[in-house]
């Protein structure tokens, strides 16, 4: 089912709930690199993370000003296709990356709705833009890789 994430009717809630997004994100990510043999592709996957982990502080500064309680990744929301949860049962390097794909189809389609939510002020939109790219160029590697 597509993600509803970016679609919120409060600035609060559409930081919150991607906040939650990008920790679920990144634990799949650590799940995804723990189990590739592949080194350029763990590193590949690891420089992902890192762009993810760029997204958090971001946000984090949004939430921050915002007022709200900063998501610690400690809840999994389960907000992902293929959750770390999901992504331990599937077996395969190749079937790994399919998995990490889904994924990033949740994390492209949320940043596409949060970049056209009204609800986003004029500080987030470049940062939503910058995320989005970021989650295109993810999903277009897991695409090539598989
Ligand atoms: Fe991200
Ligand atoms: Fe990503």
């Known amino acids: 089912m597509p993600t509803t994430v970016g679609t919120e009717n ?5 930081i919150t709930n991607l906040l939650h997004l990008e920790h679920d994100a990144i634990a799949a990510y650590e799940s995804t690199i723990e189990r590739l043999d592949d080194p350029a592709k763990r590193e590949r996957i690891e420089a992902f993370r890192q762009d993810h982990l760029n997204h958090v502080s ?15 990744g400690g809840d999994m929301k389960q907000m992902l296709t293929t959750g770390k949860v999901a992504l331990a049962g599937i077996a395969g390097e190749d079937s790994v990356i399919k998995a990490m794909k889904t ?12 970049s056209s939510n009204p609800v986003g002020d004029a500080d987030m939109k470049p940062v939503f833009t910058k995320a989005l790219e ?9 695409e090539s890789a598989a």
């Open 134 to 142: 970021d989650e295109q160029r993810h999903r277009a590697w897991m």
């Open 103 to 114: 994924n990033e189809d949740d994390t492209v389609q949320a940043y596409q709705q949060a």
């Open 58 to 72: 971001q946000l984090e500064q949004f939430a921050t000003r915002l007022g709200i309680e900063i998501p610690t």
């Open 10 to 14: 409060t600035p609060e809630d559409l």
